[in-house]
């Protein structure tokens, strides 16, 4: 029997039983999407192969003319087909792809050679038919070929340098939607990964792509007046269940719409199944898991009734029938006593599914929430050419305080070179969210002008990227965000200016106020960091955006008083040891004839991130320890840190991760830079100085190899508990801290929280020294349990005033609020008023002198 007939008639046979177990129950949607497709890529592959043998027998085999190598026909299955989702009665969208142009390779003189272009086509040609044309078995598949590059008017098969070109040069936004559903039916494993390569730049943008809402928009706009103009020309159709009002298609836009936005940094979103990728944005909080079930028990009911629809004449319909009696028949297979029950239902789930489109596509001009904003923005409508006194006088009826000053630096912003050299849309459209930011800024309550500086700063680094803007205009609860960032934080603004692909991260109050899982942030990010194995830049990339992303969350959370100093250098802390770590399991995989899988390898905390009290900026100070008796493990341990530094401190596109400081290794700046764990014990019991001494009082093991670790560990605790003469002891801190104070001299009339006489070292150097002088009589104070409870621990146990130790306590908490404040408004060096500390310097003074008296 010939393969058409054949296949024909085993599509008959499934589409029977299907329908079958189906209205029986004994199949669910799943079974019934997933057999078509099956069934769709059964017969495209074998009716591929068995061509391509008799076109070669016929005309010789195409050779690629660059590389000399057979070509096949790559069929890419686009839509429900791509995707794993075919109907019942679907067309297959098909689009045909071979590699390299060429000529066929004859090997008997009958056989007439031609371009691989002709015989691909020809093929092509030949598969359509013997797929979709009409005979006394019906049919295979009705074919599609309109997503093709250039559509119906174009080649029917491509070559990979047309594809290329045509989506560089041509691509369109809703294109980019189609081709997030392409999928090879045939051809070579390394020939499809080749043209995935080709197509994924396409698809998934680098950043953010919040220009897709917009043109998902429009898109979507087009359909549904199509559908209108179907509906009122042909009353009787009605109900489209796939393109009409919370349809089919409103679901499919909602899923994908994250995937084009988000598709480019997330690789899990780029799934070409609806309901897997549904699920997928519930698991990451970016839809409601709530919303997500109705989303997806609404898919189910809207795919299952388009079914039905189709099962009464095997045709490709969407839409209710006309007659009373085919409506009650459908109606019954969908479990309905009645058509007013079925049409019931249908109504409930499309206002859903309605709603919970327009929460993400509809204009957000008039948002609920919104109202004040628009009001006040009301009261200003900027031009392109206003002119000084014009903008001072908007400005003033705004209710600004310095409106001149503040109209001046307008004007620069609008004059700018960068502004005026804009495209004409883009240059509105950031006009319009300084329209809509002037009110926002007009009710800081202080410092306007320098929240205003800081916002042009801002737009004027955004201007030319479309994303960004799209998304301030899509979300003007961002922008509302934005503006309270930048006048609450200095050091704020400019970061997000460095980083505006963080404008993401304010978009969703749930994930922005959520307190940070460690455990889950750390799984996620190794599973990025594995899934670009290889990618050295883009895991690199991944780290940065990762860092950063959880930085602004706890930034939005601080600006908001939801953490304490305390709290936030304690998650500051925990999110370093985990990007360390992942750092050097990523950096070790790069060097190459490793002798082992995983490093016998650790990393060493000291200062701010050993003591837990690091900051938004800190540098990360540390060493690097191995044990590995290998001949070869220095020098690839070596390496390892020499990498370690590279991959936290290179620039990239994303930025920088930390600064590392390594001088506290042993010897310091003439040491080696890694120290093997036997060597670090005896330099720290033999030939360091007091100053190491003092430093490992703040000293954890970071990341790496935990046995390593806990040999640290014990070695710390043996040093600090060296029994030390007092008086030396003394002579050796009071000398230090000399030191100190001499290099960071103050001659303006404020108080350094940090180095001032009754600051934060002085603090600091007298825990060291309460550790180094009694650690030996009392282990309690060789654990890291941070300098507030340690002063406290040393009160408890006698070795100091309790009450001054209470106070002293006091005042180191309340200079690391101050710093905090002053480091967020961008200041160098942390200074105050002396008046704002003087009870605590006098306390900290009075125990410096009980002390060291």
């Known amino acids: 029997m010939p393969l058409p007939r054949a296949m024909r008639r085993l599509r008959n046979l499934a589409i029977a039983v299907l329908i079958e177990r189906d209205l029986s129950g004994k199949a669910d949607l799943a079974e019934v999407v997933s057999t078509m497709t099956s069934l769709a890529e059964f017969a495209v592959q074998h009716h591929v192969t068995a061509l391509t043998e008799e076109f070669i027998e016929r005309h010789g085999t195409p050779i690629g003319q660059d590389s000399g190598k057979r070509q096949d026909l790559i069929v890419l299955g686009m839509g429900k087909l791509g995707g794993g989702e075919l109907n019942v009665s679907s067309d297959i969208d098909l689009i045909f792809v071979y590699p390299e142009d060429g000529e066929t390779q004859t090997t008997q003189p009958d056989q007439k050679s031609l371009s691989n272009h002709e015989f691909f ?74 043209l995935e390569a080709i197509i994924k730049p396409f698809v998934y943008r680098r950043y953010l792509d919040f220009g897709a809402i917009e043109a998902m928009r429009g898109m979507h706009a087009q359909i549904r007046a199509e559908v209108v103009r179907q509906e009122t020309r042909h009353p009787e159709r009605s109900h489209n269940v796939k393109l009409g009002r919370g349809g089919i298609r409103e679901i499919e836009f909602l899923s994908q719409v994250f995937q084009l936005i988000r598709g480019g940094r997330d690789t899990e979103l780029r799934d070409r199944s609806t309901r897997t990728t549904l699920r997928t944005l519930a698991a990451k909080q970016l839809l409601d898991p709530d919303e997500v079930d109705q989303l997806l028990e609404a898919y189910t009911f809207l795919r299952n009734l388009e079914h039905r629809l189709q099962y009464l004449e095997d045709a490709q319909t969407h839409t209710l029938p006309v007659s009373d009696e085919d409506r009650l028949v459908v109606a019954n297979m969908m479990g309905y006593a009645d058509t007013a029950a079925l049409l019931d239902a249908l109504e409930t789930r499309r206002k859903f ?80 969210l300084i329209n809509s930011a002037l009110p926002l800024v007009a009710s800081c309550p202080d410092a306007q002008n320098d929240t205003l500086n800081r916002l042009l700063d801002f ?69 990025q960091m594995d899934a670009t194995e290889g990618d050295t830049e883009r895991q690199m990339d991944t780290l940065r955006e990762m860092h950063h992303a959880q930085l602004m969350r706890l930034l939005a959370q601080d600006l908001e008083g939801d953490l304490s100093v305390e709290r936030l250098a ?37 200062g701010k991130l050993g003591g837990k009290e690091l900051g938004y900026a800190s540098d990360l100070d540390v060493i690097f320890l191995y044990d590995d008796d290998d001949q070869e493990a220095p020098a690839y341990y070596s390496k390892l840190a020499q990498r370690f530094i590279t991959w936290m401190t290179s620039h990239t596109a994303a930025g920088i991760l930390f600064d590392v400081d390594i001088a506290l290794r042993p010897d310091g700046a003439s040491g080696l830079l890694v120290t093997s764990v036997t060597s670090f014990e005896k330099y720290q019991m033999e030939s360091a100085w007091l100053w190491e001494h003092q ?56 108080f350094d929280l940090k180095h001032d006489e009754g600051g934060m070292i002085d603090i600091e150097f007298m825990v060291q020294y309460l550790i180094l002088r009694h650690a030996a009589q009392y282990a309690e104070l060789v654990p890291d349990i941070g300098n507030i409870a340690l002063l406290k621990l040393c009160g408890k146990l006698g070795l100091i005033n309790s009450e001054l130790a209470e106070k002293t306590a006091d005042a180191y908490r309340k200079f690391r609020k101050l710093q905090h404040q002053v480091r967020l408004q961008g200041a160098d060096k942390a200074r105050v008023a002396p008046q704002r500390v003087e009870k605590d310097v006098t306390a900290v003074t009075q125990l410096w002198a009980e002390i060291f008296a």
Not at 465 to 471: D, G, I, S, T
Not at 494 to 515: G, N
Not at 585 to 603: D, G, L, M
Request: glycine share 4%; aromatic share 6%.
């Open 121 to 194: 086509t020809r093929l092509g040609k030949r598969l359509i038919k013997d797929i979709a044309d009409i005979t006394e078995d019906g049919f295979t598949f009705r074919v599609d070929m309109a997503l093709r590059p250039n559509g119906n008017s174009g080649p029917l098969v491509a070559s990979f340098g047309m594809v290329e070109e045509y989506l560089l040069v041509q691509g369109r936004e809703w294109e980019r939607y189609a081709w997030v559903k392409a999928r090879a039916l045939t051809g070579d494993p390394d020939e499809i990964a080749a």
């Open 353 to 432: 599914v309605a709603a919970s489109f327009d929460a993400i596509f509809a204009e957000k001009s008039g948002q609920e929430g919104d109202k004040e904003d628009n009001q006040a923005a009301s009261q200003v409508t900027l031009a392109p050419n206003d002119d000084l006194d014009s903008l001072q006088t908007s400005l003033e009826g705004l209710g600004y305080t310095n409106p001149r000053e503040a109209a001046q630096r307008l004007l620069t912003t609008l004059q700018s070179s960068r502004l005026q050299s804009l495209p004409e849309a883009s240059r509105n459209r950031v006009i319009a």
């Open 459 to 527: 737009f004027e680094t955004i201007a030319r990227r479309a994303a960004y803007l799209a998304l301030l205009t899509e979300y003007p609860h961002a922008l509302r965000r934005v503006v309270r960032m930048m006048h609450s934080s200095g050091w704020a603004a400019q970061y997000l200016t460095r980083h505006p692909i963080l404008l993401d991260e304010l978009l969703d109050d749930r994930t922005l106020r959520a307190a940070p899982d460690w455990s889950a942030f750390s799984a996620e990010l190794q599973r």
């Open 570 to 606: 304690d998650h500051l802390s925990c999110l370093a040891d985990i990007l360390v770590g992942a750092t050097v399991k990523a950096a070790w995989q790069t060097i190459p004839k490793r002798h082992r899988e995983v490093p016998k390898f650790a990393v060493i905390a000291y």
């Open 695 to 750: 430093a490992l009082t703040r000293a954890r093991f970071c990341a790496g190899d935990a046995d390593i670790g806990a040999r640290f560990e014990s070695i710390r605790e043996a040093v600090l508990r060296k029994p030390r003469e007092e008086a030396s002891l003394k002579h050796e801190v009071l000398a230090m801290r000399k030191r100190l104070r001499e290099a960071h001299p103050n001659a303006s009339t404020l």
